[in-house]
């Protein structure tokens, strides 16, 4: 059987679950506990992607790039990787996270919009960077538009194209179905990111090993927006049972959730990524998963009800990024 | 009475529009329009009786007569045109984020010394619908830091914006901070494929020093005001509201409707605001006062 790529998104995705206020000593620890690990890629910086820190994502604790610095000189194997979503971060930027050692960047798009990011993806391949394709929100196009859109990320020079279940809505046979379609006609490998909001994460991702994908993505515990992404440690003991040749160290994966990331959530007085009331509905309506602490927090605000803005979002058809929407939507349903 | 000649250069999504808003103008008479290669927009353009060509910049260079110039290529081949254009002394409204001449938004700052440029910068559509509200709220209230989500239907951004990305989110920083006042400011710019298509909408977000929402409200009506002249359809989808120090506000700008249908409002309000400096241009060369 063919080994499988692991991103692990902890320091990105799973920026989401601390609002983006990881300390740089956080991030140090977290990424050497995964380089011991074996993960293959890490993933770093602002849950929105590079610059993503701004009022409607949330600040920042410190910048992408003092974020890179502080991690680069603890990796030994690991690759390190940046998202990059154009509208929100600039090639520019992306040239800075490379100089400071970056080797891997994600592009990622809309799933209807692939031709956003020709100019990032044609850059980051001049950059010499591995350039992955990050197609989000999959469910909401049919397989035809998704292949499509895979192969014009595929002619721009994307080295791997991911179908990524932004909303964690995705169930296992639709995944199978996807890859396989997507497997078949494009050159270059392809991945799968998911979340667990019904509570499907690897199983989709197993599907997806099965369907032909060579990369899966993963999180300590899950770490991640909505009920949180696959956990990492789960998927390598699932990978392993499978028989699914990997390079992560199943213990040491373990120990990374349990002995690092855990009593630095623990000093934060915050609460683990979980299947909630919340996360459900994200799933259930196909809502962006890391809508779903703005939505609370604007539930707060206008003293509305979380699964009612989230609903409503869903309706609208709002996708990745659209983050202002969410107080529109409850300011108008307080006014109901 | 006599009126000033136009050229339309790249008749895309933009120019197209554009050349239906000149249709109507008083002041402006749209006689050349200047494509690289056959397109809707050209048989447009013949269909009216305009003279037009598919050879490029030169014939426009070879012929004489236009007073003005829109330019609604990209930014790349702005950069060439602009020096041919100004050695031709035509005056010229770009409309591409290559920004060669001043940042002009009409409702904060069409005066005198702009018309006396040779070629003013039309912003992006982001910039247009988003600018006059941070220089209302900065007038009244001091922007310390503004952001600006603007959120586009897929159908309404054709080829030129999909790959001048990065050049939108920059240009319209910049002009957030120069134009609008915000000390410092940043850009974000989504595509939304929902059907039917939504009308473009912005959110600003500004921190401010003097959190006075009773002031900052007055001067953002008095500024929406001074835009429906030109932009009609421009409207709150969420009134100011402020949180600490910081003010959100939403608009909504609903098009014409001349190209492209009305939830293309962000081919409008770019569009509107450069026919609205061109006809400024216009009076004050033909010496109308009104």
Request: glycine content about 8%.
């Amino acid at each position: 059987m063919r080994d499988v790529i692991i991103t692990d998104t902890t320091l990105r995705d799973g920026s989401h679950s601390v609002s983006h206020q990881y300390t740089l000593e956080d991030v140090k620890k977290i990424a050497a506990a995964l380089d011991a690990a074996g993960v293959d890629i890490i993933e770093i910086g602002h849950g929105d992607g590079l610059m993503g820190s701004s009022i409607n994502y949330g600040f920042g604790l410190h910048s992408d790039f003092d974020y890179i610095k502080a991690v680069k000189p603890v990796l030994t194997k690991s690759k390190l990787a940046v998202l990059l979503v154009p509208g929100i971060g600039s090639i520019e930027d992306l040239e800075k996270a490379r100089e400071l050692g970056v080797e891997v960047v994600r592009v990622a798009t809309h799933v209807t919009e692939a031709d956003v990011a020709e100019q990032h993806i044609k850059a980051a391949k001049k950059m010499g960077l591995f350039t992955v394709g990050f197609l989000m929100m999959a469910h909401m196009a049919d397989q035809e538009t998704l292949l499509q859109e895979a192969l014009k990320m595929e002619s721009y020079g994307a080295d791997v194209v991911y179908m990524t279940d932004s909303s964690g809505a995705m169930l296992p046979d639709q995944v199978f179905d996807n890859i396989s379609y997507l497997k078949k006609h494009l050159k270059v490998p392809v991945g799968h990111h998911s979340h667990n909001n019904l509570g499907l994460a690897v199983a989709n991702s197993l599907s997806a090993y099965k369907a032909g994908a060579d990369y899966i993505d993963g999180s300590l515990i899950g770490f991640g927006a909505g009920a949180g992404n696959t956990p990492t440690e789960v998927l390598i003991g699932a990978l392993n049972k499978s028989g699914i040749p990997n390079h992560v160290d199943f213990y040491k994966a373990i120990d990374a959730g349990d002995k690092v990331l855990i009593p630095i959530v623990q000093e934060k007085g915050l609460a683990l990524p979980r299947m909630s009331s919340d996360s459900l509905v994200v799933g259930y309506a196909g809502v962006y998963s890391s809508f779903m602490l703005h939505a609370k927090r604007a539930a707060e605000r206008f003293n509305v009800d979380t699964r009612d803005v989230l609903i409503e979002l869903g309706r609208k058809k709002a996708v990745g990024g659209q983050e202002d929407w969410i107080i529109e939507v409850a300011h108008n349903l307080s006014k109901k | 009475m006599k009126k000033l000649k136009a050229a339309i250069i790249g008749p895309g999504n933009i120019g197209t529009d554009l050349l239906i808003k000149l249709s109507r103008s008083p002041y402006i008479e749209l006689d050349y329009v200047v494509g690289i290669q056959e397109s809707k927009g050209i048989d447009i353009a013949r269909s009216k009786g305009i003279d037009t060509t598919t050879n490029g910049i030169q014939e426009l260079m070879a012929r004489d007569g236009s007073d003005i110039a829109f330019d609604s290529t990209g930014a790349k081949p702005h950069l060439m045109h602009a020096p041919l254009l100004k050695e031709k002394g035509i005056f010229t409204l770009d409309l591409t984020p290559a920004a060669v001449g001043p940042y002009v938004v009409p409702s904060v700052n069409l005066n005198e010394e702009i018309l006396n440029e040779v070629n003013v910068n039309m912003v992006t559509c982001g910039g247009q619908a988003t600018v006059p509200i941070v220089a209302a709220i900065n007038r009244a209230a001091d922007v310390v830091y503004a952001e600006v989500i603007s959120s586009v239907s897929s159908k309404s951004a054709g080829p030129g914006t999909r790959k001048n990305i990065d050049e939108f989110t920059e240009t319209t920083r910049k002009a957030l901070e120069k134009v609008g006042g915000a000390d410092k400011a940043k850009v974000i710019i989504v595509l939304n494929p929902a059907e039917p298509p939504i009308f473009m909408r912005n959110t600003i977000y500004a921190k401010v020093k003097n959190p006075d929402l009773d002031a900052i409200r007055k001067s953002i009506d008095d500024m929406m005001e001074k835009i429906r002249t030109y932009v009609p359809g421009y409207t709150f989808l969420l009134e100011p509201i402020i949180k600490d120090d910081i003010v959100t506000v939403m608009i909504q700008v609903e098009g014409l409707g001349d190209f492209l249908p009305v939830y293309a409002g962000n081919l409008d309000i770019i569009n509107s605001a450069a026919v609205a400096v061109a006809e400024a241009y216009a009076k004050k060369k033909l010496g109308v006062n009104e």
